[in-house]
């Protein structure tokens, strides 16, 4: 199958969790997420994706069809995704209705990227009242949104959780998904029917990439905490969907990835400010959630969040790119070239918003010159 021609400069996006910065209130971190979007919207960046997070006190990104709602309206060209909705956390039809009425209200402006995480702990998971989240089911589910999302058809099969079951081609192959008779009863999500917005499954390891290519969906790999099985998810999904080439349309793979960024005037201040995520990932790690930390001179303080999981801090912090403008630019073009990527996806802390914005201002200064 031919392959159409890639971008010679893959689109550079913003990824965010919403941090909350210490010494500041949750409605300041609501209000510079806000602030970063109209940033981002005027340096060019291609998409605003939005995480999914619960119970957290480093990021305030649980709502996130509300957050991209807030970030729809107050800019004017950018995309918005969801990076992603743990769709085990939520029934398909409310999802298909959220994204769908976005979706309306902002024509060709709307992605929905689905993971299968459950972006929280155990407990607050429960009270979610979380559904199974194996692959299969993941896989299931997704095919029940994109029958919600598109076009509406005559009258036909009412389709209901359990009733879409993939065959080896990733497409509905049961009776239920395939043909019911003309007039029966089916379920609407209206009105999200007929918007029909891309749809990207989001993972961190071969699963949620397989998951990708049997459906034929863009796939974004969460290589910001997860850069050691980035690589090999990306060959699988690609292995994958030109598996499945011949049962679909589709015209190729799209493949996103997540790095973590710093971008500064000069090398020492954006190690210095990297500072901040080094100390947010260690927290992480260390089951030491909290606010986004000050900056330190001490390249080694981070470590004190996370005591004896030093080896696990550096290893999920791998795929940093911390510096000037021009030279991150460069190291950046060279990681999208390795793993032929569509779409970066630029994840940014600074204890600052901003010195946050200003660093996403300088990269896109840089990239798109």
């Known amino acids: ?22 010494g500041r209130t949750r409605s300041d971190a609501l209000n510079d997420m806000i602030a970063l979007a109209r940033a981002a919207d005027a340096a060019g960046y291609e998409r605003y994706w939005l995480a999914e997070h619960h119970g957290s006190t480093t990021y305030l990104s649980s709502a996130t069809v ?64 979380r559904g199974a989240s194996d692959p299969r089911h993941f896989a299931e589910e997704i095919v029940e949104i994109l029958t919600y999302l598109g076009d509406a058809p005559a009258p036909g099969p ?67 905490f997860a850069p050691v099985q980035a690589e090999a998810a990306i060959a699988t999904y690609r292995s994958v969907f030109e598996a499945q080439s011949e049962n679909r349309p589709q015209t190729g793979p799209r493949v996103a990835a997540a790095v973590n960024v710093m971008v500064a005037p000069s090398d020492d201040e954006a190690r210095l400010l990297f500072s901040t995520a080094m100390a947010a990932a260690a927290r992480i790690v260390g089951n030491r959630p909290g606010p986004l930390d000050p900056p330190t001179a001490d390249p ?3 470590r004190t969040r996370a005591p004896g999981r030093e080896a696990a801090v550096e290893s999920a912090m791998s795929l940093s790119f911390v510096g000037t403008a021009d030279d991150v630019a460069a190291r950046l073009r060279e990681q999208a070239d390795r793993w032929d990527l569509d779409e970066i996806l630029i994840v940014t802390y600074a204890h600052d918003p901003a010195l946050r914005r200003r660093s996403y201002e300088l990269l896109a200064q840089a990239w798109y010159a």
């Not at 199958?1 to 210490?22: F, G």
């Not at 298909?96 to 995480?117: C, N």
């Not at 993939?166 to 009776?175: E, F, Q």
């Open 1 to 22: 199958m031919s392959q159409p021609e890639r971008r010679a400069v893959p689109v550079l996006s913003v990824m965010d969790m919403v941090p909350v910065s210490a």
């Open 158 to 224: 009412r389709v209901t959780p359990g009733s879409l079951l993939l065959g080896a081609s990733g497409t509905p192959d049961n009776d239920a998904a395939q043909g019911a008779e003309p007039g029966s009863p089916r379920v609407r999500a209206i009105p999200g029917e007929g918007t029909r917005p891309s749809v990207w499954v989001l993972g961190s390891s071969v699963n949620g990439a397989r998951v990708a290519g049997q459906l034929g969906l863009p796939f974004a790999v969460a290589s910001h």
């Open 300 to 302: 080694q303080a981070w």
């Open 66 to 129: 509300v957050l991209m709602g807030q970030v729809l309206a107050a800019t004017d060209r950018l995309g918005v995704a969801s990076g992603g909705i743990m769709l085990p956390n939520h029934a398909p039809l409310v999802v298909a209705e959220q994204i769908g009425t976005l979706a309306t209200l902002y024509p060709g402006r709307v992605d929905l990227g689905l993971g299968r995480a459950p972006g929280t702990d155990r407990l607050t998971a429960a009270a979610l009242r």
